[in-house]
């Protein structure tokens, strides 16, 4: 059983393996790099490692598990969150949130779950049918945006809803994929 620290971001949980002996980082490459006296630490899953700090505002709570992610996607990336700015949309219109550098990592777990087996996760979801809401900011702007990616050209009816529901409605790459799908309706 490995245990793991879960933080809370505005889009969903995210955890980083929790280290308190030294006997757990035994055949690792921290093996000789963190000490008793660093101890407690947090694995940040890019090969590097932090202090742990109970204290830190973002914390939720220490858990353990045998899984390799040991959150589930809907906690990991919030469904259908009222304040969904960026992530995926499925086919049913259904959104998972994530930051703007999530997006590979978010479409690794639904492809798991709505796209078993698929080699690339990202372009399997697109096959399938599901839309990429990514952030349209090109640094020369005031203001970042969404912008809207469909792998296929087209959108669902629930799609094109759940797009006016979120104020997007309007963006031009939307209004060329509901005119190209008129007919689809």
Request: contains cysteine; aromatic residues 14%.
């Amino acid at each position: 059983m490995k245990k793991f620290a879960i933080y809370k971001a505005k889009t969903g949980y995210y955890y980083c393996e929790y280290i308190d002996s030294l006997e757990q980082l035994s055949g690792t490459v921290f093996s000789n790099l963190i000490t008793e006296d660093k101890l407690p630490v947090v694995l940040d899953g890019n090969g590097g490692y932090f202090k742990f700090s109970d204290s830190d505002y973002n914390f939720v709570e220490i858990i353990e598990s045998d899984k390799e992610c040991p959150l589930p996607l809907e906690k990991m990336y919030f469904k259908n969150q009222d304040t969904f700015k960026l992530g995926w949309m499925s086919p049913d219109g259904d959104t998972y949130s994530c930051d703007y550098t999530g997006h590979t990592k978010a479409a690794k777990m639904l492809a798991a779950k709505f796209c078993p087996g698929a080699k690339l996760p990202e372009r399997a979801l697109g096959k399938a049918g599901w839309l990429k809401i990514i952030d349209s900011w090109d640094g020369t702007e005031r203001e970042h945006g969404q912008f809207v990616y469909s792998q296929t050209g087209k959108v669902t009816k629930r799609q094109a809803d759940r797009l006016f529901d979120l104020g997007l409605y309007d963006n031009p790459e939307v209004k060329e994929l509901i005119n190209n799908c008129e007919d689809y309706w």
